[in-house]
């Protein structure tokens, strides 16, 4: 019988535990550049001049540059990028990080940890943690948390995340800390070796005890920001046992045997049912849930280098146990 691992009261490592960062190569120290206004730019917008001898930054990132305060003719500071200039004047610019720039640097961050050893790690994601940094998610994300807990994650695409969860899902996600481990790990779950089980609430009574939803999941058409059962979309299949159910809403355990992109909440929402607090889909909040009522309960995999199996299993968090418990008690 393969171990089951569960999250134990001690797991959370301190984000002063993790490695010392303190002589990493990132820095937020501006570079500076100086230069005089050629004869060519006289009578030349400010921002026109700055993009003419730093042409590897973009016009609007200068822009913001000169915004902010970090652009100075002869000294003082403009911050009026249609402000023209004068040949001969000298144009002194810090060169503030992009935002993008920073996204890829460790931060401690405190992390669940089920399980670790040399080749990978088990963590339980709390809800409103973003996995990968993106527009407007650019620090404090799993992966920044990944640089500072271990050196080999800066050697690994993605810090060595293999599988995403949603900002507000919570639960269990495995991390390679090796090439090799990372390499194995999504070999596995391209072939559907690694097992995901999830707890989901929804809205309405879901009348089928067992419901297996085979559906194809690709961009909505109508809105970039969400996927939807599309012809012509990538094959997705999601097992459905309902638990426990009132008039209002169904507690449910999903099984993934496909991984794409929203897949339990699409294919939810495409039969009736939406997550509750899901307003991307059509989930309204409640039973006290806020974000949507989605957690990765079980894991189960063969470990990528041992060839052992192992299983994992994570408890819900406060508020969807409480929500749970309110269908399961109006049952």
């Not at 001898?53 to 009026?80: C, K, N, Y």
Request: proline share 7%.
């Amino acid at each position: 019988m393969s171990p089951d691992y569960r999250v134990p009261p001690s797991a959370e490592i301190d984000a002063a535990d993790g490695p010392d960062v303190a002589d990493a190569p990132w820095s937020d120290e501006p570079e500076k550049r100086e230069a005089r206004v050629p004869g060519e730019l006289h009578g030349a917008r400010l921002d026109k001049a700055v993009v003419a001898f730093i042409p590897e930054f973009s016009r609007s990132h200068l822009q913001t540059l000169i915004e902010g305060g970090h652009v100075r003719v002869d000294g003082r500071a403009v911050t009026t990028a249609s402000r023209k200039v004068s040949a001969g004047q000298q144009i002194a610019v810090e060169l503030m990080p992009t935002p993008e720039s920073r996204a890829f640097r460790p931060e401690p961050l405190p992390l669940t940890v089920v399980f670790e050893d040399a080749h990978l790690l088990v963590l339980d994601k709390p809800a409103g943690l973003v996995v990968h940094p993106a527009a407007g998610n650019w620090s404090g994300t799993l992966l920044n948390g990944l640089l500072a807990h271990h050196a080999a994650a800066a050697t690994l695409p993605r810090a060595g995340i293999v599988h995403r969860l949603d900002k507000d899902t919570s639960g269990l996600m495995v991390v390679g800390k090796t090439l090799q481990a990372v390499t194995a790990l999504v070999r596995a779950m391209a072939a559907r070796d690694v097992h995901r089980r999830y707890l989901a609430i929804v809205h309405g009574d879901l009348r089928s005890a067992q419901l297996r939803i085979d559906a194809p999941i690709g961009r909505d058409p109508k809105s970039r920001i969400k996927m939807a059962v599309v012809a012509g979309g990538k094959p997705a299949m999601t097992d459905v046992e309902r638990v426990a159910h009132t008039a209002q809403f169904s507690a449910l355990r999903c099984t993934l045997h496909t991984g794409r992109t929203h897949q339990i909440r699409v294919h939810l929402a495409s039969h009736g049912h939406p997550l509750v607090a899901d307003a991307v889909y059509g989930g309204a909040p409640a039973l006290g849930m806020l974000r949507q009522a989605l957690h990765a309960e079980r894991l189960e995999f063969a470990h990528p280098l041992l060839a052992t199996t192992l299983s994992f299993a994570a408890e819900p968090p406060a508020d969807l146990a409480s929500a749970w418990a309110q269908v399961d008690e109006g049952h």
